[in-house]
């Protein structure tokens, strides 16, 4: 098992190593003259020398890529060319909002996705495996966009069931401790605040759920399908096990394989999503933070946030791969 | 001689590959899901191409005395801020999603499957490097990438195409590929070597035909993401450079600030793209199933 794990960590050197490679060029390669894209049009020959100076324009492009390389090992990722705050402080600041949408999106398509697969497979061919399927031919369908403004017309516009947008209600006046707002409103020891803060999670998960909510059940029930026609699950029914039992420690056992790789490899598609997720719903993320750093041109917050989405989707790979080579064993020895 | 021989063999591949695609085709159109994806995606194509034939009303100048009327006989889906018909501009953003769908997955197929077959064919380190590519391209979450690119490259539409098609391309490269190592030990690829064929004719002639179905699939459901994906910049204004230009995403963006007045610039353009991306997915799927029908339960 070690060894797989160093085998697998050494397979990730390249792919950081190309990553590193891509955002450089990201800011350093950009098409005219990098400094001048970057501050635009109205620059003051003062600043774009001093940009010129920190990126080290003026030098080899090799040696360009040393600094860049050695700033980032030091955690410098540069500054925000809007307010001047460095660009890992800002993100911090930022990320646990993206994290906790992220999960929360993450629980209802697991925690639908899952019994939803289980109950198509079980009734294969009849109406609940049409109507699931359905449900998952919508969920990939409608674009997140799309589903989260019906969502906010219907029950926060329409019947004012949910808040339209943002984490939690301004006047209730929540001080930051973690950025995490489950956590802050409980910390301040205010269930009203807490409870406001749960309904503004709601209509944003479902959104940002919906496209792993499909795989998931898609994945759930071709697995458990695949595996139900095994010898041993009839095996199993012959000794006259109940249906029961056969479901949860023959078919689900080796059903969960495939699932939790799918489930694991959502994460991308979910930081891609939550970068619209939290454009509808005015979400104060990293997603939004992006896009309002695009409208600005604020090319380090870009460059280091895809960088950092990047890093988060490849460890959570790694950790995926790890954990599925624990549960197989051919995979570990081949 | 040789001609004697060759006749026959060619008779009956020609016979054997008419063969699979009549089959797959007839199977396609007893499969119902299938039949409606194709119905809808070809609604589609055809609410593009004839958009300035059968489209009432012009769709870049309107009346502002017009302005965000709701569906009336005079406006079917109502008009927008501008006063423009909304039905005029659905159909005019139907020719830019079709276009950028199918200008960016072709271009995805023309870098992934160049990549794809060069790594299958070549094997060893040309194949570990060329993977390890893709790997870099994948690690970057799909649509931050395209975002990324479109900010490097600035707004426009061939920029928006390269976007779309950077972030389908290696997943095409790693399908062919994939396709590719699984028929090098093919008795009839070990055959075609043994008889002297060349690496390339071996390639082209031998394997890609039959590498090409699960590339043709994931081309059809990768235009329902395109189409999305190109609606999801325009929505994050990162659409056609020119605001006028009707661009469904960008349309829906618009439509935000006025959700309580003009619901129904919500509703059109979101069930407009979603029905051709359950076009595509239906379709999609439907030649996954008759091309390889044993994948059918």
Excluded: C
Aim: charged content about 15%; aromatic content about 8%.
């Amino acid at each position: 098992m070690a060894r797989y794990i160093v085998r697998r960590l050494l397979m990730a050197i390249p792919v950081l190593f190309g990553l590193s490679v891509v955002l450089f060029a990201f800011v350093h390669l950009l098409p005219g003259d990098p400094a001048r894209s970057i501050l635009g049009q109205h620059a003051t020959a003062a600043s774009l020398a001093r940009l010129r100076e920190s990126l080290g324009l003026d030098r080899p492009l090799h040696e360009q890529y040393f600094l860049y390389i050695s700033d980032l090992l030091q955690g410098d990722l540069g500054s925000s060319l809007v307010n001047g705050r460095p660009v890992l402080q800002e993100f911090m600041l930022r990320f646990p909002a993206t994290i906790e949408l992220t999960l929360v999106a993450l629980l209802f398509a697991v925690g639908l996705g899952i019994p939803l697969g289980r109950l198509a497979a079980r009734h294969a061919q009849r109406w609940q495996d049409g109507l699931v399927t359905i449900i998952s031919l919508l969920g990939i369908s409608i674009p997140i966009f799309v589903l989260g403004l019906t969502l906010q017309f219907f029950f926060s516009v329409g019947l004012g069931w949910t808040p339209v947008s943002g984490r939690i209600d301004p006047r209730l006046g929540i001080d930051a401790v973690t950025n995490f707002m489950l956590v802050d409103t409980l910390l301040a020891g205010e269930p009203e605040a807490f409870v406001d803060a749960v309904l503004h999670l709601i209509l944003p998960g479902i959104a940002l759920g919906s496209i792993p909510l499909a795989i998931i059940t898609r994945i759930t029930r071709a697995a458990v399908l695949d595996v139900a026609n095994e010898d041993y699950v009839r095996t199993a029914r012959a000794k006259g096990l109940t249906e029961r039992r056969v479901d949860n420690r023959h078919i689900m056992r080796n059903a969960w394989l495939p699932v939790t790789t799918v489930v694991g490899l959502q994460v991308g598609g979910l930081l891609a999503g939550a970068v619209i997720t939290e454009s509808v719903f005015a979400w104060n993320g990293v997603g939004r933070w992006v896009v309002d750093a695009i409208r600005t041109r604020d090319y380090f917050v870009i460059q280091s946030s895809i960088l950092i989405f990047a890093l988060v989707f490849l460890t959570v790979n790694l950790i995926v791969d790890i954990l599925y080579a624990y549960l197989n064993p051919r995979i570990r020895y081949s | 001689m040789g001609a004697t021989v060759a006749a026959p063999a060619i008779a009956a591949q020609d016979r054997a590959s008419r063969g699979l695609w009549h089959d797959a085709a007839r199977r396609l159109l007893r499969n119902g899901p299938a039949l409606l994806g194709l119905g809808l995606v070809t609604l589609f194509v055809a609410a593009a191409v004839l958009a300035p034939v059968i489209a009432p009303y012009d769709p870049i100048a309107g009346a502002l005395a017009d302005r965000l009327k709701p569906p009336s006989p005079e406006h079917w889906m109502g008009t927008d801020l501008q006063g423009r018909d909304e039905f005029t501009r659905i159909l005019y953003g139907a020719q830019v999603s079709l276009q950028v769908g199918v200008v960016s997955v072709f271009l995805a197929l023309v870098m992934g499957g160049t990549l794809g077959a060069i790594a299958g064919a070549a094997g060893g380190k040309l194949d570990a490097t060329l993977m390890r590519v893709t790997d870099v391209l994948l690690s970057i979450p799909g649509i931050l990438l395209a975002i990324g690119i479109v900010a490097w490259l600035g707004r426009g539409l061939p920029q928006i195409m390269l976007a779309v098609a950077v972030t389908n391309a290696p997943i095409f490269a790693r399908i062919l590929r994939g396709s590719l190592l699984s028929l090098r030990t093919a008795d009839y690829v070990v055959a075609a070597r043994s008889i002297g064929a060349t690496g390339p004719r071996v390639l082209l002639r031998h394997m890609l035909p039959n590498a090409l179905t699960p590339l043709i699939v994931a081309a059809t459901l990768a235009l329902a993401t395109a189409i999305i994906d190109v609606a999801g910049l325009g929505f994050l204004g990162l659409g056609p450079p020119d605001p006028r230009t009707a661009e469904w995403g960008t349309m829906l963006t618009d439509s935000t600030k006025f959700l309580r007045q003009a619901p129904h610039l919500l509703f059109f353009p979101g069930i407009m793209i979603v029905l051709t991306a359950i076009g595509f997915n239906l379709l999609g799927d439907g030649l996954r199933e008759s091309l390889d029908p044993r994948l059918k339960r």
